[in-house]
Nanobody, 125 residues
Framework: VQLQASGGGLVQAGGSLRLSCAASGPSSENYALAWFRQAPGEEREFVAAISWSGGRIYYGDSVKPRFRISRDNSKNTVYLQMTSLKPEDSAVYYC???????????????????WGQGTLVTVSS
């Protein structure tokens, strides 16, 4: 599966932004997909994941309940709706696919594959 993230930009604190992750390739709709983020000098952090059907979702503690992940399989796209943004949410946001052999609920970078190129989100104070 190939993934391409988009939708990043500059937003003021308290604002909202929606990121998109377009998936392509064979059986791309069958993958659980996730969002991660990485701020300068920091490790890549898990944000949220959604099952292939959209029926199961889990979030990283730092974004609950402000962020919402969803997917539209008719468009092969996963979304990340971000609200009440804070300066500490500034990062490059990546989408990735959960490896089929890995457990649902994992947040480990190594359990995900097909990292997209990332989209930059900057939240000004």
């Amino acid at each position: 599966v190939q993934l391409q993230a988009s939708g990043g930009g500059l937003v003021q604190a308290g604002g909202s932004l929606r990121l998109s992750c377009a998936a392509s390739g064979p059986s791309s709709e069958n993958y659980a997909l996730a969002w991660f983020r990485q701020a300068p000098g920091e490790e890549r952090e898990f944000v949220a994941a959604i099952s292939w059907s959209g029926g199961r979702i889990y979030y990283g503690d730092s974004v609950k309940p402000r962020f919402r992940i969803s997917r539209d399989n008719s468009k092969n796209t996963v979304y990340l709706q971000m609200t009440s943004l804070k300066p500490e949410d500034s990062a490059v946001y990546y989408c990735a696919a959960l490896k089929p052999t890995r457990n649902w609920g994992t947040t480990r970078n190594d359990d995900f594959t097909s990292w997209g190129q990332g989209t930059l989100v900057t939240v000004s104070s």
